[in-house]
Structures are given as C-alpha cells and as structure tokens.
C-alpha cells in the first residue's frame, strides 16, 4: 500500500511454505526522500512501527527484528531511525499438522510514525496468501522442501540480514564516570582496528541520545564515555553497538551491560598519538639498555667488541660493522617473534602483557640455566664448544652468528625490563592493527641495539674503547659473576612463583646441568669407547635438568609471604578492584603498586623510595591505604588494571587523592616523588616541604 510519505507492503522469502517450517517475512517501508521512520528506541522523539496480527490458528509471528538504525540530528536532538528504505524482518511459523494444501492467509494491520520536520502518523492493512506444500524426499533421500526462493525478494533479505546485529557481546560494564557515564565493552570479538563507535541506548532516558560519544579501545576493551539520560537509573542499561573497521565495514552487535565501578580511566587524560609512541618506544629502548636486568649482557658485549678491535684494517672496519648489523638483526628478530605471539594470544582473548614470558616456570628455569652455564664458561669452570659460546657472544673474536646471537640473548633478557616511557608505548601499540603494534615493538628493540650498532659503524667512536690486551681475560672472568647473580634473581624468582619445590627442582636441575657439562670436560681425552659412555652420561643429565625444569609448572603458585610483602617497609593489602573501589567511597588515600618477582626495575623502586621510614611515616600520618597487585603469575584483574592506565607491563605507580584525580607517577621512582605525590593530597599542603 501507499501513503503522501511511505510505500508499505509485507512480502515473503518464498511463496510457499510447508507444514512445521518457520519462513521470514519482510515488512519494507520505502521512504520519501527526506523523511525517515524509528528504531525501537525512537530516540529523543518519536515512535517505532507496531504490527497487529490477523494469523490463522496455530500460525505463529515473532517480534520485529531491527536493523542497525542511524542516528538522524533534529536540532540539539537526535533520533534513532531509518531514511530511505527499512526492512524488518518476522519469523512466521506454521503448525507441523497444517493441511497440505490449505493456503495460509496473513493480515497485518500496521502502524507507523515517518517524520520529516513534521510527523505523519500513518496506517495500513497488508495482506499476504501462503501455498503449502509437502517436504518430499528425493532419490537420494534427501528431503526436497518448498520452492528455491523468489529471486525477486533475495537482494530484499540479504540487505536485511546484512543489517542485523551479529551478535551480543556479553560481559559489558555501565557505571559512573564523574558526572559522566562509562560503557566498558570486552573488545575481543570486535574489529582489529576500529575507525568509528557509536552506541545506541536500547532505551529512552539511558543517555543523551544526542551527545558526543568520545570512545577509545585500551588493551582487550572498548570504552566509551556518554551523557547520563533523564531516566539513567531506570532506563535498562542496553543498546546496539556500531562499529565500523579499517576498511569501512560496519558491524553492530547487541550488548546488555551490568551496572558496576568503573577502573579509573587516567589514560583518558594522557592522550598519546603515534608519533609520541614512536618516539615513547625508541627512548624507551635505548634506556633498557641501562636497565639493570640487561647489564649481564651489556658487559658481555663489551668484552666482545673490545675483542674485535685487534686490527684497525679495512677488513678489520667490515667486520666490526657486519657484527653491528647482525646483532642488531637478533635484537629485532626476537622483538618480531615476542611481539607476534603476544598480539596472537591477545586477540585470542588471553590477558597478558609485556614479560608474561616469566610467568610461566619452566621459561624462568630455561633463563637460570643460560646464565648458570655461560657463567661457568666465562670463570674457565668449563670450556663449551664454540658454536654454543658463539650464541652467548663470550667467544673471543665470535663471528656473525655469534653477535646474531648475542642480540637475541639481549633482547631475551631485556623482554621482561621496562624502561621509562616503555610502559606508554606498548600500552598504546596494543590497542593499534598488528602492522603498527609490531612496528612500535620494533622501535623498541631498535632503540635497545642503536648504541652497540653505532659504535661498530662509527670507528673513531670505537677506538675510544680500550685496547685489547692481558687484562681481557681477567675482565672475562670477572663477568661470570653477573651472569651467576642473575641465574640468582631467577632461582628467587621461581621462589616466588611455585615456593620451595619450585626451588628444589631448579637447583638439583643445576647440579644435573654442572656435572653433565663436567663430565664432559673430562671425557676429552678418553678413548673414543669410553668417552660414547661419558657422552652419554652427559645427555642423560642435560635431560634430567630439562625435565626438573618443566616440572616446576606442576607446582602450585604461591603468593607473596607476608615477609616479602612488606619488605619495601610498607605494610600492604592484596590488590583488588573491590578494595580500591571501597577506599575511593570512603575518600581514603589509596597508592596503588602494580609488580612482580620478575621486574628487577620494581625491586629497586621499593628498596629507594618504598621503603624509607620517612615514606612509612608520612603513609600512617596521611591515612595512605597502600595496595600491592603482584603479577608474577598470571592474574586477569592486574592485567585490565595496567590496560585501564594505557600500560602493558609493569611497574605502575597510580596515588590517588582524598578528592580529585589519581595521579601517575614515573616508572623510576624516588623517594621524593613519592612524598611530594602523598603530601600534595593534604589539605593546605603544596608538597613534600609544605
């Protein structure tokens, strides 16, 4: 039928239909140009279409589908509609016991708003014939049901179908945002790269409908800040999510979301665009070379490039400046493989973050037992073959494979630090397509060669080195106690994460690994029957320490004891999304201390600025709820902490104040920026000498 405004009519996929079969009918509005019609939440004003059914017995419509609507601005409003055409799909089912034959008729008294800058209500009554017919079963036996469908109305209900949500996502959270409200949105079955959201309330009063809707994706979620509606309390928190993709695609998705405290949302105050995180990540790479996790390879690589200064010939300057380019070339090729499997087990829905590699023990097992051996080789404990020294770089005069690998071996130790303006960097790539995530991650490790790269391309830079001579070989020595310290820290680590069975294994896999490779020192000059024995011997306990190793991922995790919690001085509480929410209700001051076993940069901020009396004393005169969140095993509510601050590693330091914003502090800490932060907060107080 046809109105002024509206060209109405109720059509089917097929005209047939066979008994206990559920068809799709198509109520299609062409709309005069100009006007539109409404979504089931008009917006601002307005009203949706409603059907009243004339169906035989037995013969059942279901609801209205709505396709994704667009959002039509009237003034300092907005509506929620459709302009030129809409199609709203109905499921028709017919009874399993319908005559064969028996047509079925359908009567569709429908109503419907179209508005332009003036409203029309409008009306009309539809009707539509169904034939019937038997489901058959070919010679195959295969059941042979109604016609194929009108290739008429095909491109009607493929449009239809292609602007219906594609789903609902679940585990969506609506809550205050200051005097604003927040829709935080699981992001992992949305688009990779997202170019435009919008959210359409499924109800009237949730938001302001017309209301700009800043959104930004950090980590594994979506968040979108709105304008509380008049009805915001009883307005029920749903709505269609519209998203549309990198190559112009939309997608829409159902999302009913639960009430609940929103995680601060500071990254909303610390915009970062790509080029800052460019440059954020090349900084950021160059100071890890500082960092104190990486300076067993650092002194490692200096031996070695004092090594190849031995001649200043043209050859000489060749060489040095292939062993720059091929260790840079490991630096990067690990950073390649580290950063694609942490983007693949991202957008696998995994949480986890920059050095989740130590979260796993038999990795951290793996780490103690390099430094453990290249310690032994570098003391003359032990004299490996060159081909595996080659890899650690200790080698004497190493080749192109060996600076290969010793770039590897530093970005592998360096992988779990993070350096200043890291934290900004990585927390931001994440949230990118997995071209520019990979490039910021590339940056980074870029950063961390940069300076051995130059210093082998730039001879004059070189020869500022010392020159070689007898002394090398007692520095050599010298340099396996930072790999035996290391090996350490490792073992303390692996302490923390799976406690004293953790340990037993890893040091009897140590014992193993020793007298293998002792054993084999001594089978050199053994006839060639007996050494196969001694060879033997010694593969049997390189496996046996592998398998201790991976043993030590059976054990149970164990959390920090109560000693090593309040080693920095403080006494603290778990960290908890509960906790801080309750605090922050109550206007206490809370300091938030996201670490881990792992991340030698948090040790060494506890022990200068956490542990002080001074910062003890000012925390108990301040009231200071100190909450400590250890992510040294994997845990999910760390994790979306660190992505709700932009971050993807740790440490983060966040104080927040009685009253105003939480405050972020440096990722290296000192003791007065941690007095200025809690003194500030005082009232009447302007800092640390206030």
Not at 24 to 32: G, K, Q, S, T
Not at 508 to 519: C, D, E, Q
Not at 608 to 635: I, P
Request: charged share 15%; with cysteine; net charge negative.
């Amino acid at each position: 039928m046809t109105t002024e405004n509206v060209t109405a009519r109720l059509v089917a996929e097929r005209i047939e239909i066979a008994p206990g079969e559920t068809l799709d009918l198509a109520l299609v509005f062409e709309i005069r140009p100009g006007w539109h019609t409404y979504w089931r939440n008009p917006g601002d004003s307005g009203d949706p279409p409603r059907i009243d059914w004339t169906l035989p017995e037995g013969v059942e419509a279901g609801p209205l589908r709505w396709p994704r609507p667009e959002l039509i601005p009237v003034g300092p409003l907005a509506n929620y509609g459709y302009s030129e055409r809409a199609v709203h799909l109905i499921a028709l089912s017919v009874p399993a016991d319908w005559p064969i034959g028996e047509p079925v008729r359908i009567r569709a008294d429908v109503d419907w708003l179209v508005c332009e800058e003036h409203c029309v209500p409008e009306s009309g009554r539809l009707d539509l014939t169904l034939a019937t017919v038997a489901v058959t079963r070919a010679a195959t036996g295969a059941a042979v049901g109604p016609g194929p469908i009108d290739p008429a109305q095909a491109e009607v209900f493929a449009a239809a179908r292609a602007g219906l949500p594609q789903g609902r996502i679940e585990g969506a959270v609506l809550g205050a945002a200051g005097e604003r409200l927040g829709l935080v949105v699981p992001a992992q079955e949305l688009p990779e790269t997202i170019e435009g959201v919008w959210f359409f309330a499924g109800a009237w009063g949730l938001i302001e409908h017309a209301a700009a809707q800043p959104w930004r994706k950090v980590g594994n979620v979506l968040r979108i800040d709105l304008s509380p509606g008049a009805a915001v309390e009883q307005a029920a928190p749903e709505g269609l999510l519209v998203v549309a993709d990198a190559r112009g695609e939309v997608h829409s998705y159902e999302v009913a979301a639960v009430r609940g405290p929103l995680a601060e949302d500071t990254a909303r105050d610390r915009p970062i665009g790509l080029p800052l995180a460019f440059l954020f990540a090349f900084l950021g790479g160059l100071i890890l070379n500082l960092m104190p996790c990486v300076f067993p390879i650092l002194a490692m690589k200096a031996l070695n490039l004092i090594n190849g200064l031995s001649g200043q010939s043209p050859d000489a300057a060749r060489d040095r400046a292939v062993h720059g380019v091929a260790y840079t070339a490991g630096v990067l090729l690990f950073f390649t493989g580290l950063a694609a499997l942490l983007l693949a087990l991202r957008a696998g829905g995994a949480a986890v973050g920059w050095g989740f590699q130590l979260q796993y023990p038999p990795f951290v097992v793996f780490m103690a037992y390099v430094f453990f051996v290249i310690g032994l080789s570098l003391s003359g404990a032990v004299t490996i073959g060159a081909r595996l020294m080659s890899l650690g770089g200790a080698k004497t005069g190493s080749g192109t494979a060996g600076a290969f690998g010793t770039g590897a071996l530093a970005a592998l130790v360096a992988a779990p630090c993070t350096a200043p303006f890291m934290g900004a960097a990585l927390g931001y790539a994440v949230t990118l397509s997995w071209p520019l995530a990979l490039a910021i991650m590339l940056t980074l490790g870029f950063g961390l060669a940069l300076p051995f790269l130059v210093l082998s391309l730039v001879p004059r830079l070189a020869r500022l080195l010392p020159r070689p001579g007898a002394w090398m070989e007692t520095l050599k020595q010298a340099l396996a106690f930072p790999m035996f310290a290391a090996a350490a820290w490792l073992v303390w680590v692996l302490s923390v994460q799976t406690g004293s069975g953790g340990v037993a294994l890893v040091l009897g896999g140590l014992v193993l690994l020793a007298f293998g490779l002792w054993l084999r020192e001594r089978s050199r000059s053994l006839p060639s029957a007996r050494r196969r024995w001694a060879v033997a011997a010694t593969s049997a306990s390189l496996v046996g320490a592998l398998y201790l190793g991976l043993e030590t991922d059976r054990l149970a995790s164990a959390t920090l004891s109560e000693s090593e919690q309040s080693a920095s001085g403080l006494a603290s509480e778990p960290y908890s999304p509960e906790r801080l929410a309750t605090a922050r209700d109550a206007r206490r001051p809370v300091f938030v201390n996201m670490t881990a076993a792992w991340c030698i940069t948090c040790l060494v901020n506890e022990r200068v600025a956490l542990s002080a009396v001074e910062v003890a004393q000012r925390f108990a005169d301040a009231g200071v709820l100190y909450l400590k969140g250890d992510w040294t095993n994997r845990d999910p509510a760390i994790t979306a902490y660190l992505a709700d601050h932009g971050r993807n590693g740790v440490p983060l330091y966040v104080f927040y104040p009685p009253d105003g914003d939480p405050q972020v502090l440096p990722q290296i800490l000192t003791e007065d920026m941690v007095l200025r932060a809690i003194g500030s907060s005082a009232p009447g107080s302007s800092g640390r000498d206030g």
